[in-house]
């Protein structure tokens, strides 16, 4: 646990101790205006599902729509924002912020992303920040903007919101100490300044890079490894997902239908641009396809369909790119990774008995589904890579590549053929009758009609 998480876990529990005498959204108030932007908006956001409160429940929601603007949070603000419109409507919380949030829709009146092409923007801001923060020189509030409302940040800070904050602690020798510090820890965040610290180092290999994949970025060939495991004419008569380059942490992800972003440093450290492209244009191509809606951040089941969602979609894109036992004979950099990677994989049918028994206590009791979710999110870590691609290879084996096809729209249907398949392998069932009613019935529930 880092020390920033550290820091909300503590704020929770003084709030929560705190509660008859103030609400919780007055603490994320008194963050936010102490500018701990990253703490008010973590806390407001874990706090969403506890609250009982409408009003309540609005009030973290304008905080957090704040402090996640004043991070560059740009999309995910907006996003809030809209979740804010209509589930609060004209409340008397709303009308109470209504000129705040006048100033944060004027912030967050950016014009839409493309949806398909090639961008590099982001590191054209990225550097000009960069150069003035290695010189311990304040960025005017304009350069932030540019580069946190450039296409690739647009992307990555709806995975890493921080990266303002990241980029301040990992470059300017006025805050060396701290990031002395952080570094020493095994977290995240540990993991994402030592990254930004060592970018910069390597500003002519990016450049030589970004030159040879502006030239000739394997889109197609990502797009053919992607089909395969994608549901017959998935890919047919779409344009291929936006890709945009940034700086912010050694990895790629898809946003979905808003296209992928990768760090730039990712690739150039571990190649395999085809492969990452393919994996992350799955994702992509698995939204337009996906048949069970994702509950509301407030909905007592958010974790659970978060995880089992991640679940499939990792478990099956590894399919792609990360054969078992996974190696980077390439990339010695990611060999610990590798070792990680193994052992959990290995572990799968005890983290599926495991999973199975949080179901049950939920099954049992509908008012422990929050709490059977995030329990099977910490059994998943990873967003489930490791032990969903488990699971999508003992499916691919027994059956071949078309049984993953239900899975593909369904994350329910990816458990039933998983227990399948280990019916016809001998083994026992993995999931009880009761955690199969549960999952049945959410299922019914979210089932787009």
């Excluded at 910069?200 to 040879?212: F, G, L, W």
């Excluded at 797009?223 to 047919?236: D, G, K, S, V, Y």
């Excluded at 296209?259 to 994996?279: F, P, R, S």
Aim: aromatic fraction near 8%; include cysteine; hydrophobic fraction near 40%.
């Amino acid at each position: 646990m880092s020390v920033l998480d550290r820091s909300v876990v503590m704020l929770v529990v003084l709030a929560s101790a705190a509660a008859a005498q103030a609400p919780l959204s007055d603490s994320v108030m008194k963050l936010n205006r102490a500018g701990r932007w990253e703490q008010a908006a973590q806390l407001a956001r874990n706090s969403l599902g506890s609250t009982a409160s409408t009003d309540e429940r609005c009030a973290l929601r304008i905080n957090a729509i704040y402090s996640l603007t004043r991070l560059g949070a740009y999309t995910t603000a907006a996003s809030e924002l809209k979740t804010l419109d209509s589930q609060c409507g004209e409340s008397a919380v709303v009308r109470q912020w209504a000129k705040d949030l006048a100033a944060i829709r004027s912030e967050l009146a950016l014009p839409p992303l493309p949806k398909s092409g090639l961008d590099f923007s982001a590191l054209d801001q990225f550097w000009n920040i960069a150069d003035l923060l290695v010189k311990d020189a304040e960025p005017p509030e304009d350069a932030w903007r540019s580069m946190l409302s450039s296409v690739g940040y647009r992307l990555s800070t709806m995975v890493v919101p921080t990266t303002r904050s990241d980029l301040e602690i990992a470059l300017r020798p006025s805050r060396h100490a701290e990031f002395d510090s952080l570094i020493k820890g095994t977290d995240d965040r540990a993991s994402r300044l030592k990254h930004l610290a060592g970018v910069v180092n390597h500003r002519a290999a990016i450049a030589r890079y970004r030159d040879s994949i502006s030239r000739s970025l394997p889109v197609q060939e990502a797009i053919a490894l992607a089909a395969r495991f994608l549901p017959p004419h998935a890919t047919e008569g779409k344009d291929p997902p936006l890709v945009a380059f940034a700086v912010f942490r050694d990895d790629a992800y898809s946003l979905g239908p808003q296209g992928v972003v990768i760090d730039i440093e990712h690739v150039v450290n571990n190649g395999g641009l085809t492969l990452t492209l393919a994996h992350e244009f799955h994702h992509s191509y698995l939204a337009d396809v996906a048949e069970i809606g994702r509950p509301p951040s407030d909905d007592p089941a958010f974790a659970l369909m978060n995880a089992l969602n991640g679940m499939r979609n990792e478990g099956i894109a590894d399919l792609i790119d990360k054969p078992y036992p996974l190696s980077y004979p390439k990339a010695p950099g990611m060999a610990r990774y590798a070792e990680s990677y193994n052992a959990a994989y290995a572990k799968t049918p005890t983290v599926i008995h495991s999973i199975d028994s949080a179901l049950a206590v939920a099954a049992d009791d509908s008012t422990k589904m929050a709490e059977a979710g995030r329990r099977v999110q910490q059994l998943l870590p990873s967003n489930g890579h490791f032990n969903g691609s488990y699971v999508a290879r003992e499916i691919y084996e027994s059956f071949g590549v078309d049984s993953l096809y239900p899975g593909v729209r369904n994350p329910f249907a990816f458990l039933r053929t998983y227990s399948a398949a280990e019916k016809k392998r001998g083994n026992p069932p993995p999931f009880s009758t009761k955690a199969t009613a549960l999952l049945d019935g959410l299922e019914r529930k979210y089932l787009r009609r």
